[in-house]
Structures are given as structure tokens and as C-alpha cells.
């Protein structure tokens, strides 16, 4: 599966506790990460400094859904916010 395009769920949803580029001690759950564009997408994709977790994550039905939508619920749901 692809990413979908105007999601960002990935970026939101998930808590990260390793440094981040401007976040050093990573995000909550729920928060966006400061490096998602208003497009959705992440600014330091690219980038050697792009935590090591979030290269890992691949996008996959079973957490992304159908939707935008769906993807955060699931992924919300799996940090135990919903």
C-alpha cells in the first residue's frame, strides 16, 4: 500500500519517545509533529535526521484504513486514546 495523499495520520497519532528535530524529547500521542506541512506531509522525509521510527512505519490497510479518517481512528485507538 501506498500512503495516502492529505493524511498525515502517522504523523498525529502516534506517540514517538526518540528525539525528534526540534521536538528532542520526542511527541505525545495525539500531537502533530511539527515537521507535517499543511499539505500532510513530512518535511523531513528525506532528511538523515528523520527519527529512525518513523522511517520504519509503513503504511499498511490494517492501520491506515480506508480513509484519512479511519487511519487516525485506528491508529489512536492502538495508542489508547479512543
Do not use: Q, W, Y
Not at 500512503?3 to 502516534?14: M, Q, T
Not at 500521542?29 to 522525509?45: E, N, Q, R, S, Y
Not at 529512525?52 to 495508542?79: D, M, P, Q, T, Y
Amino acid at each position: 500500500m501506498k500512503c495516502r495523499e492529505n493524511c498525515g495520520a502517522c504523523c498525529i497519532a502516534p506517540s514517538i519517545s526518540s528525539p525528534i528535530p526540534g521536538m528532542e524529547k520526542g511527541k505525545r500521542a495525539g500531537v502533530p509533529c511539527i515537521h507535517l506541512t499543511a499539505d500532510f506531509k513530512c518535511a523531513i522525509f528525506d532528511s538523515p535526521d528523520r527519527p529512525k521510527v518513523c522511517g520504519g512505519f509503513k503504511a499498511e490497510e490494517i492501520v491506515c484504513g480506508n480513509s484519512r479518517e479511519e487511519a487516525l481512528s485506528i491508529l489512536l485507538s492502538l495508542e489508547g486514546l479512543l
